[in-house]
């Protein structure tokens, strides 16, 4: 029978789902997670800082720059990110009310913070990972706006304005429609130590993640770097919007398939198992959603062979 087909494909997808939640855990920092209210009874965070010209709006967002010209803002955590295999997923905003709008947004991970400079309002001076939200053109012939791109830099290498950071690029993608979408836009950064990084972006549909970049075997991050975000407004201006950041630290259990298989190809030079999960999206909420789905399916099944049994049934009986 064809629903037996059905149930067979089923329990495998249940299985495949339940590897993947075994081999896989996400750990929430609360040292680098920020949601609403954003700030505590004495109207400070206890995990971030913020300068500029930072507002916090305790029901909405914290807002890096406003939609006025020549503003900018930083969001920094108090303490490094420590973790070596590390996810940050961060909900943004980037609106204004003008045709004309510029500069950016930028999130960092760098051995600096706090420190106020040119690039998207933070320093040229860096440290570690730089990825840019640059939605204003300034000279890449062939290149659609908004961008996203990743810089990484040990301090000796500077973002071009003029070029966009052309020259620096590690990895990037355009974006159009992540200023104004009408679902909330979010990035996804994950990062596993020499053997991953990659950036998705949600911005088209909701739960729709499009992977931007993909690299293997990323640059060395500093040992102590420091989480944050920045923006800035030149004469064209916009709001730019940190709604909620969620981080975890990432490892895979030790005795799992995934884990042996990792250390094995780590012994080879090979690519780690890592990547084959972070690119099927992970967490908790995707597994949860993913049962209710395959819950109907089945009982869909069972429902269009029992009516065809009883008719099947009938038809013998006259």
């Known amino acids: 029978m064809w629903y037996s087909s059905v149930a067979a494909v089923l329990v495998g997808a249940l299985a495949w789902g339940a590897q993947a939640q075994d081999d896989m855990r996400r750990i929430s920092l609360r040292t680098h997670t920020l949601e609403q209210p954003y700030l505590d009874s004495d109207m400070q965070s206890r995990w971030f800082d913020f300068g500029g010209d ?31 295999n590390w996810e940050v997923e961060v909900e943004f905003k980037i609106s204004g009310k003008n045709q004309l709008f510029g500069d950016g947004l930028a999130m960092w991970v760098t051995r600096q913070r706090g420190e106020m400079g040119p690039i ?51 990895a990037g993608c355009s974006a159009r429609g ?17 053997k991953y990084l990659r950036l998705e972006l949600q911005y088209k549909n909701e739960d729709e993640w499009q ?40 490892y895979a259990n030790p005795g799992s398939p995934s884990a042996q298989r990792d250390n094995a190809n780590s012994n080879r030079g090979g690519r780690s198992s890592y990547s084959n999960y972070s690119s099927k999206g992970g967490g908790s909420w995707t597994w949860f959603f993913t049962k209710i789905i395959l819950f109907f399916i089945a009982a869909g099944g069972a429902y269009v062979g029992f009516t065809a049994y009883r008719a099947k049934y009938r038809s013998h009986r006259f």
């Open 211 to 250: 992977t931007c970049f993909d690299v293997d075997r990323p640059p060395q991050l500093p040992n102590i770097a420091y989480l944050g975000f920045s923006a800035e407004t030149g004469e064209l201006s916009d709001n730019h919007d940190i709604v909620s950041v969620k981080t975890y630290n990432l």
């Open 54 to 84: 930072t507002i916090v709006r305790t029901d909405s967002y914290v807002r890096l720059t406003s939609d006025r010209p020549s503003q900018s803002g930083w969001l920094f955590s108090r303490v490094p990110l420590t973790a070596t």
């Open 178 to 194: 992540i200023r104004h979408a009408s679902v909330p836009t979010k990035l996804r950064l994950t990062y596993f130590q020499d």
């Open 120 to 170: 998207f309002g933070s320093s040229d001076k860096f440290d570690g990972l730089g990825v840019f939200i640059d939605t204003y053109k300034n000279n890449r012939p062939g290149v659609v706006f908004p961008y996203v791109m990743a810089m990484h830099s040990d301090g000796s290498k500077f973002y071009d304005k003029n070029n966009d950071g052309k020259d620096a690029e590690l």
